[in-house]
């Protein structure tokens, strides 16, 4: 237990999806004056160094963002991701934002976040790349329950991103659980959960859950490198997205063939599809 630490995974292909997909949402949400929260459930230390130890030790990032870092022609939900990822970085690719940085990029005064860690070490981390952003409350507490308990947001405008690491089977139905939960008390909040595609019934399950519950308006997206399998290791990734921004779709139309061309091959896939209306 607690011993994920996504400093060995910062900037994979799982990351290019869900941050770019992020990025997009949290953006959407600016173009109105009217302030928004931003709650994270598992929030990792908000941002990464790729030249230490633990991202070089897998080199996963080169297989994701690096390969999107100076990629030409890129569609325009890409580019604006690469754009922020940029925007972090003076000379060459050397730092990647977790998804508190993606946040903090977009926070105004009339907006707020509230990030939640356990991990002892990303928890300080965190705390410390919070130091500056006043917007931010950081919590060393669960973040399935203390997402109910900020719901629902003064301003009634809300992203959530859980995003667990998923090193015990029952994160896949706990994730589920919190969204169909936390719909309940604000049920027009933008819910993301992010997902590892490792063993395919998880994924169902999560999909058959979301279908029987009283969820509305659920898009699924997903990018798979190679075909499902019995083996060990991540194939693939996804989002179900409760409530997404109405242009998202078209964007991803575009982008997930680039996605699927730049970082995978002949066998990767993906998939776009509204799972449940509105």
Known sequence: MLSYRHAFHAGNFADVLKH??????????????????????????????????????TGEYKQGIGKLYDAPNLTPLLANYVEL????????????????????????????????????????????????????????????????????????????????????????????DAVIKAQKKFATGTYMIWYPVVQRHFIDAMEASITNSQLKNVMKVELCLTPDSEQYGMTGTGLFIVNPPWQLNSELESALPQLKKLLGTEQSSYTLEMIVPE
Not at 35 to 47: E, K, L, P, Q, R
């Open 20 to 57: 770019s997909v992020l990025h997009y949402v949290l953006n959407y949400m600016t173009e109105k004056e009217k302030g928004f929260s931003y709650i994270d459930t598992h929030s990792g230390a908000g941002m990464y160094k790729l030249q230490d130890e633990y991202a070089q030790k």
């Open 85 to 176: 990822i940029k925007s972090f970085n003076k000379q060459g690719l050397s730092l990647y934002p977790g998804s508190p940085a993606v946040a903090e990029y977009h926070t105004r005064k009339q907006d707020s976040a509230r990030l939640f860690e356990l991990h002892n070490t990303d928890i300080a981390l965190l705390e410390q790349f919070c130091q500056g952003w006043k917007q931010a409350n950081v919590f060393q507490k669960d973040g399935y329950a203390g997402l109910v308990r900020q719901l629902p947001p003064p301003t009634r405008r809300a992203v959530v991103l859980i995003d667990p690491p998923f090193e015990i089977k029952n994160d896949y139905q706990k994730a589920v």
